[in-house]
């Protein structure tokens, strides 16, 4: 790490938006300033996926140990990689059963899609769930919000046709980089072949990874090689980021899966009334909500665009005799939906803007006695730029632009 810059975890502390306390390992805890940015990354990627036609879900965090049996990920990551408990209905404690934490969300998804008998005509059925996964990450490999036992992930499982998964695949390659590019990421692909131990038949991965190559071959999107790097059951592209520090991290990926539906006995009634097997695509945008929160902390060293900052606007009263004038301009703001808050302390203006700077705060708006008399406010960002004084109605007109363009 580049001596200049702090890490995500001494940021997260200074700022209060997170931390990690050894009574549980792996699992952050978040402060309401930190939630503030957890819970705008959800609203954003939500509204990308309702826009591209998918639906939100929502499955059991604990389920029977059986079905990871069946879908092969007990014998590929066994007992060790995964949290695993024997529990009893009986008062006794006997005949107990195996449950599991679930470590991905897939195979419960194959249960929503078994629901009910599935037509053509439902597909390609596209099955959204931001959910809370666990992973036995070693202790040693555990790291703040870089590599966690308890991830958040904003998963989707599309159940299509053969026919539909060019255009699947081709929708989600445009979402990753339209989702990247507005944080400003340099990002690049990779396709990633069969592993040593995989799933399925030789038939199957040769069509499955001809599927994917086509789809970037087509998009004229250039894609590295991660040689024997896909899932188990698939090969996948993977979209890798570089940070801040020039650190490469590999976040967003799309995987194409012909033996699930096998697994899991999937089916639909295609237009002839017979019964067809589906493919099935997964993927996440984020990849994990707390590796994408670090990433971003640490390459923006905690100075937030404007539409992530927890506090967006710090209203600095000269002297006291201000407050209330403050006050009313931060009713304005709140009204406006603008995360705003006044520094009503005893303390001096320099010493009010200092510490605002000092929490990465985007805008200042400071208010005296002109102020006050000519119904205006004085602006300042972050970084030392004067705006001069100008109307709330200015500014809020401003403000809203910068919101949305998430510049
Ligand atoms: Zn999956």
Redesign the pocket.
Known sequence: MNKQLKDHKQIGQELELFFTNDIAPGAPFWLPKGMVIFKELEKYIRKLTENAGYLETSTPIMVKSELFKQSGHWAKFGEHNMYNLQLSDEADGSNPEGYTLKP???PE?TILYRFRPRSYKELPLRLAEIGRLHRREKSGEVNGLLRVRQITMD?A?IYATEDQIFDEVSNILDMMIQFYKSFGFEYEFRLATRPETRAGSDENWDKAEKKLAEALEKKGLKAGDKLGDGAFYGPKIDVHIKDAQDREWQLATV?LDFHMPEAFDLKYIDEKGEQKRPVMI?RAIFGSFERFLAILTENFQGAFPLWLSPVQVQIIPIAERHNSYAQKVLEQLKAAEIRAEVDARAEKMQAKIRDAQMQKISYMIIVGDREESENKIAVRSRNGQDSGTLSLEDFLAKVKEEVESKA
Do not use: A, F, P
Request: aromatic share 0%; net charge negative; hydrophobic share 10%.
């Open positions: 991905m969300n897939c998804s998963d499982h995987q997964h």
